[in-house]
């Protein structure tokens, strides 16, 4: 991977692996398959404290690093360790290149390291002149095929059993069968001659234990004890992220870690090394033991407030294992050597810019990493912020720039709206429910790929007065957040909403100054744009005698809820907490505080067998679960579940842009889904997953039509 | 699924400990005393096939001869395990110069320090060398087991695990189950640099 790759040729790359059917239907069975094995792993025990523990734990170790780097190293010396400290890559390839050659070592062995990985250890080495084998099943694999990892738990995950046969063929000079308990076997007698012949091991460490000077290393294979028993020298290279004070610490984390890796219980092996072990083929009856710390950057991330819990990584791989894009396009298309979700951030860190710009924009922002992050780790909102950082030292491309200034200015946005509307009148289908029938010249034909609809003659914020009546002794008031989606392109959601509100005797306020909710400002990188806007948002919603502000946009929520407090802590913290405290999504306002019975439908509009897409913002941004299959029973329609009811739509704002044929194909296994369930109606609740999936059913011809909660519930009476 | 809230009977987590190992693939079993764990070793061993040779050697060795290693039984229980051994002429009972064997040894004896019934895992002080390698290359890694040595989670015996792995030199090792991948098209396979089976004995009485 060359290190100035321009967005147009990975997105070529990206189409190479849309394209590979064998990477598909894996990366497909994988998702679903993970998900139920690291259900199981965890029946029984309360995941979300034991992911506080680790995260707390890592945490407390971060912000004492350097006291624990100096007890390690007291202690390993003491037992007899050469410890060596290496600033950046380069220190380190060229510290373990002399302990090699020191030593006389010419054959080396290796078990699987992705810190090894990170400073291009082998490459080094074999300028020096060293045989370096890799001993991990995957590792080898890669290793044979000149590539690099694409998982960091499964390095050859890309690969099949007959692409791995005929390598094994070309390495062994034999016909080799394509049944991988064969291939295995193949390995096992392979590599054992390596393990006899070779004069020193390197492996890398989960743990490194302040308390007793000990490493610790978590394997399945069973290689990396023969890479520490066999030859006469180990080295370890361990990242300075990997100390923790004590044993205890190390236990709590191995709770977690292969679990949440391959949904198994514990590896096969954990092996815990204090300093020189036992080894009968040296003079002095020891193993000569090496540890090469690395910092390469970790220093800096933990100084940094914003940054420092990346290092809370416990390198499991899950964020991959969960990523919509990552099983779209597998792992070399989804980092630089980390890969998936940390991958994305922590290649700004250790491997540039120009190595991260491209990849930092491949994500859709649906939090499912976050969800299940060993480490607690905010992924989507550290690859926002990678985003922005990039921009802000590289420049801003214009159509971000322009996006950032626009949205500043709430009349200069709205009105290139209504110009928009104007605009696009040409290129209208006349139907009912307008689609745009061509798109505009901005955007190229491969964004085609769902039907985008028209914007609205009419906005909502033009429809308010004429809708709005005032209620009597109101049970609640409340501030409706339109969103701008809903504003300019589906006004009848709310149109639909404001029905029942006006039948459950609520008092709306619609505030004429609210903007953007400032979400895509902050995907795109522009963080200080999405800052103006929160602020102008905080202005224009007056809090006084408002129980609740109600939006039917679940990206909007929880931008507003969770984001804003975010964007503002240094700015108006009281006044964003205040206003985010009173945000709430539609269905859970409708359902659990106005508490709507079963009437709200009549007839004609019941009975139907509905799914529900429950967009990342409502299930994984604010918890909201099952409160929508609720609001569905009481429609007098059936909710019938979906395999995967919460995995993203592909839709992601400005990602579909970006990267259309990715989110199509996201967008194509979830209309899959659908169909799969039989239902007749698919509903959601936000209006930017309406735009995709309905656009794509609209495109692929699907049986089943797409709706809204809000006009599920309220249904227009003459169509 | 097995309640997760471990019973703290002795019966309980040998219990728990035999269902753990048995769900990655180990095989258990339960024998009274030293003399049935020896017994039983033997007859795992009776049934064994012969060795797959991982390195081609020098010397031909008669496929019918069975290397046992028991590297870190005690001076009776090795005496033991040789007195039997001697009605079977074509077992090769040794006790070190394990890297004589590269290419493998049918099978490896052991005691284990610890059992951890949470996760069905062993604990084995494998400091000494000629442990370590009688359980990596072996085919076949019997564990000696004593129930009353059976603890609930790793956490819940941290002290026992820090006085093992404080020591200078230390190699502590946690085995669970036999060694395994899953890097071609995540097929589940048995066996790879490690040993191909694992046979835990479970002792009654120590």
């Known amino acids: 991977m060359e290190s100035h790759e321009s967005l147009k040729s990975y997105k070529n790359r990206l189409d190479d692996a849309l394209d590979n059917r064998f ?3 894996a990366m497909d069975k994988f998702a679903v398959a993970y998900r139920a094995s690291r259900e199981n792993a965890f029946a029984g025990m309360d995941v979300a404290d034991l992911i506080q523990q680790v995260a707390d734990i890592k945490a407390a170790a971060i912000a004492d690093s350097k006291a624990l780097l100096d007890q390690f190293i007291r202690k390993a010396k ?33 078990s699987k390291s992705m810190t090894a990985e990170e400073i291009h250890l082998n490459r080094w080495l074999e300028n020096l002149g060293l045989e370096v084998t890799e001993t991990d099943l995957g590792e080898w694999i890669v290793q044979l095929r000149k590539e690099g990892p694409s998982h960091m738990v499964m390095p050859a995950i890309h690969l099949s059993r007959f692409q791995v046969a005929d390598l094994f063929s070309d390495v062994t000079g034999r016909d080799q069968d394509a049944e991988i308990d064969r291939l295995v076997k193949v390995a096992r007698k392979e590599l054992r001659e390596k393990f006899v012949e070779a004069d020193m091991g390197i492996t890398g460490a989960n743990y490194a234990l302040a308390d007793t000077g000990t490493i610790g290393i978590a394997t399945n294979e069973g290689n990396a004890r023969l890479v520490t028993t066999l030859p006469k020298v180990h080295v370890a290279l361990v990242g300075i992220d990997k100390l923790l004070p ?29 300093g020189p072990s036992e080894c009968t083929t040296t003079p002095s009856g020891k193993r000569e033991m090496h540890i090469v710390f690395l910092d390469n950057g970790r220093k800096k991330i933990a100084a940094d407030p914003v940054f420092s ?16 894009v990552y099983r779209m396009v597998g792992g070399h298309q989804m980092g630089h050597i980390y890969i998936g979700a940390i991958g994305l951030i922590t290649t700004y860190f250790f491997h540039g810019m120009e190595n991260a710009k491209n990849l930092v924009q491949n994500c859709t922002n649906c939090g499912a990493c976050k969800a299940v992050c060993a480490g607690g780790i905010d992924l989507p909102h550290l690859i926002k912020e990678i985003h922005a950082r990039i921009q802000d030292e590289a420049g801003h491309p214009l159509q971000s720039l322009l996006l950032g200034k626009v949205l500043k200015s709430r009349k200069l946005f709205h009105s290139l709206l209504r110009t928009a509307h104007l605009a696009q009148k040409p290129l209208l289908d006349k139907k009912e429910r307008p689609y745009l029938r061509h798109l505009p010249m901005i955007f190229s034909p491969d964004h085609n790929f769902r039907r985008l609809p028209a914007i609205a003659d009419v906005p909502f914020r033009d429809r308010f007065e004429k809708l709005h009546q005032p209620a009597k002794n109101p049970g609640f008031t409340i501030a409706l957040f339109s969103g701008c989606v809903q504003d300019f392109v589906y006004p009848e959601h709310l149109e639909a909403a404001m029905k029942g509100f006006a039948q459950h005797n609520i008092n709306v306020t619609f505030p004429m100054g609210q903007s953007c909710c400032g979400l895509p400002a902050v995907s795109m990188g522009e963080k200080s ?35 804003v407090p975010k964007l503002l802590k240094d700015y108006a913290p009281e006044k964003a907490a205040a206003f985010a405290d009173k945000v709430i999504p539609y269905s859970v306002f409708m359902n659990d505080i106005v508490g709507i019975e079963s009437d709200v439908s009549d007839g004609a509009n019941a009975g139907r067998k509905t799914a529900f897409h429950s967009p990342c913002h409502l299930c994984r941004g604010l918890g909201v679960h099952n409160t929508p299959h609720e609001l569905i029973e009481k429609s007098g329609n059936q909710y019938v579940p979906t395999e995967e009811e919460e995995t993203c739509c592909g839709f992601g704002g400005s990602f579909s842009t970006t990267f259309p044929a990715v989110s199509n194909e996201i967008l194509t296994r979830k209309l899959d889904d659908v169909t799969e369930s039989g239902a007749d109606l698919l509903v959601t609740e936000c209006p930017g997953c309406v735009l995709q999936l309905r656009g794509g059913a609209a495109k692929q011809g699907r049986k089943f039509t797409v709706c809204h909660l809000s006009e599920l519930l309220y249904p227009r009476s003459d169509p | 699924m097995v309640n997760t809230t471990i019973g703290s009977s002795k019966d309980d987590l040998a219990a728990v400990f035999t269902q753990k190992a048995s769900l990655v693939s180990a095989f258990v079993h339960d024998v009274k005393d030293r003399t049935g764990a020896m017994d039983k070793t033997l007859e795992l061993l009776a049934q064994k096939l012969p060795l797959d040779p991982q390195v081609a050697s020098e010397k031909k060795i008669d496929s019918s001869v069975r290397i046992l290693a028991a590297p870190n039984l005690d001076n009776d229980g090795f005496q033991q395990l040789s007195d039997r051994c001697r009605a079977f002429p074509h077992i090769h009972l040794i006790r070190d110069g394990l890297r004589d064997f590269p290419g493998g040894i049918d099978m490896g004896v052991t005691t284990a320090d610890f059992g951890i019934a949470e996760t069905g895992t062993l604990v084995i002080n494998s400091n000494y060398e000629q442990t370590r390698l009688a359980t990596m290359l072996c085919e076949v890694h019997v564990a000696i087991l004593a129930v009353s040595d059976i603890r609930e989670t790793a956490l ?4 026992e695990l820090e006085t093992l792995v404080r020591q200078k030199g230390s190699y502590t090792a946690f085995v669970t189950g036999a060694s395994r991948t899953a890097d071609i098209e995540r097929v589940l396979a048995i066996g790879v640099h490690g040993p191909l089976e694992l046979h835990i004995i479970l002792v009654e009485e120590k």
């Open chain 1, 23 to 25: 990477l598909r239907e």
């Open chain 1, 78 to 110: 003491a037992h007899g360790v050469h410890v060596h400290l290496a600033d950046r890559a380069e220190d380190a390839n060229r510290i373990i290149g002399e302990i090699a050659q020191k030593s006389g070592s010419k054959k080396i062995v290796k």
């Open chain 1, 246 to 274: 004590t044993l205890a610490d190390a236990l709590t984390v191995n709770r977690i870690l292969p679990k949440n890796a391959t949904g198994q219980a514990i590896t096969s092996y954990v092996t815990w090394i204090t």
């Open chain 1, 309 to 324: 819990q990346v290092l809370q990584c416990v390198r499991c791989g899950a964020c991959a294992n969960v990523c919509p």
């Open chain 1, 529 to 563: 744009a999405a800052r103006d806007v929160a602020l102008q948002n905080l202005d224009a919603v007056y809090l006084d005698g408002v129980d609740y502000i109600v939006t039917l946009c679940a990206s909007c929520a929880s931008h507003l809820k969770h984001g």
């Open chain 2, 156 to 159: 819940s015996m941290n002290e």
